[in-house]
């Protein structure tokens, strides 16, 4: 009975209807990216893609779960790519950033099912923020932004001091930003809540974005990882808040929970 059970699970996991609605968002997702989006400098290289193609991602992966939202994200960006490079180098690195868009956004809300759970996850929101805060300064010791020298902290660079600043502010906007959007747009039903939309796009926007992609330029252009990051930062305390609140939004008229 369970195995019955577990063999109609998968096969709607790749029915039909899946499919359609998958590919329509992967779509959209190549539209968004490769033709509505501006193209940033940072560092004298084009490193910032200022868009909205990463929510179909993170919706395919709430709507379908893990491996349909991941083969979206690959569907797009090989796609997409082929459509229209924009005068880029092909990177699988940022194949793989499109792929967890969707994967981490259906464990949460298919696998772990964090629309059921009673937690302020604002406060989880928080936490993560201020380890995301811990991980920026210690990014900032290994590449010598700081440095210990005789039990004291020193600044390395202190053309640095406006960044490093400017980071431990936007951390702090990002712990308190969920806060007061969550109480301005809270929903009486427990489904969809925006503090639960909220993590799940900082969650994803940190690791992908910020991180991992961040992490691919520095490769790519074989320049410092500290490079990039501030300008992309900058950058997320608009994105976030403005994802969170598209997706919230869209959620009022589409079922991003399908059984």
């Given at each position: 009975m369970q195995?019955?059970?577990q063999k109609v699970r998968q096969k709607n996991i790749f029915g039909t209807s899946v499919i359609v609605k998958a590919a329509l968002l992967a779509t959209i997702s190549i539209v968004l990216t490769r033709f509505l989006s501006l193209m940033l400098m940072l560092g004298g290289l084009p490193a910032l893609r200022v868009g909205f193609g990463s929510i179909p991602l993170i919706m395919s992966g709430m709507m379908f779960g893990p491996v349909i939202g991941g083969i979206t994200g690959i569907v797009a960006?090989?796609?997409?790519?082929?459509?229209n490079p924009m005068g880029g180098t092909f990177f699988p690195g940022f194949t793989l950033s499109a792929a967890l868009y969707g994967v981490i956004a259906g464990i949460l809300f298919k696998n772990i099912k964090i629309q059921n759970m009673k937690i302020n996850f604002n406060l989880v929101n928080a936490i993560v923020m201020v380890l995301f805060g811990i991980?920026?300064?210690?990014?900032?010791?290994?590449t010598n932004t700081l440095v210990y020298e005789n039990g004291k902290l020193i600044m390395n660079d202190t053309s640095a001091l406006p960044i490093i600043v400017l980071m431990?502010?936007?951390t702090a906007l990002f712990i308190m930003i969920p806060f007061a959007?969550?109480?301005?747009?809270?929903?009486e039903d427990n489904k969809l809540n925006f503090d639960k939309i909220a993590f799940a796009v900082n969650i994803t926007y940190v690791v992908n974005a910020l991180l991992l992609n961040t992490?691919?330029?520095?490769?790519?252009?074989?320049k410092g990882f500290m490079v990039?990051?501030?300008g992309r930062v900058i950058a997320a305390v608009v994105t976030i808040p403005i994802y969170t609140l598209i997706i919230f939004t869209l959620g009022k008229f589409v079922n991003l929970l399908e059984p």
């Open positions: 195995e019955n059970k960006d090989l796609v997409g790519y082929m459509i991980g920026l300064f210690i990014v900032m010791l290994t431990f502010l936007v959007m969550s109480s301005r747009f809270k929903k992490l691919w330029l520095s490769i790519l252009y074989d990039f990051l501030p």
